[in-house]
């Protein structure tokens, strides 16, 4: 997933996280819960909508879902 991040067109790029103000927890797309997490400081906590990471310190930063990024997509 990190080299995709590397490779993209924009500086950072969406990873599939949203959040739920109602119930205060991060979750995938897919809808499963988050057991691994690697927020940047100060990140993570905040209300806002998404998540993305960049190619640089590979970090999760949450920001509004109105950012318009490039998104990464799974198959399972």
């Known amino acids: 997933v990190?080299?995709?991040v590397r490779r993209a067109s924009t500086a950072a790029v969406w990873l599939g996280l949203r959040?739920?103000?109602?119930?205060?927890?991060w979750f995938w797309v897919s809808g499963?819960?988050?057991c691994y997490q690697n927020w940047a400081p100060g990140?993570?906590?905040?209300?806002?909508?998404?998540?993305?990471?960049s190619g640089g310190d590979q970090c999760w930063i949450s920001r509004p879902e109105?950012?318009?990024?490039?998104f990464i997509c799974s198959t399972l």
Do not use: F
């Open 43 to 53: 990140n993570g906590t905040s209300e806002e909508d998404c998540e993305h990471t």
């Open 19 to 25: 959040h739920s103000c109602t119930v205060g927890i």
């Open 2 to 4: 990190m080299n995709v």
């Open 66 to 70: 109105t950012d318009k990024l490039n």
């Open 32 to 34: 499963e819960t988050v």
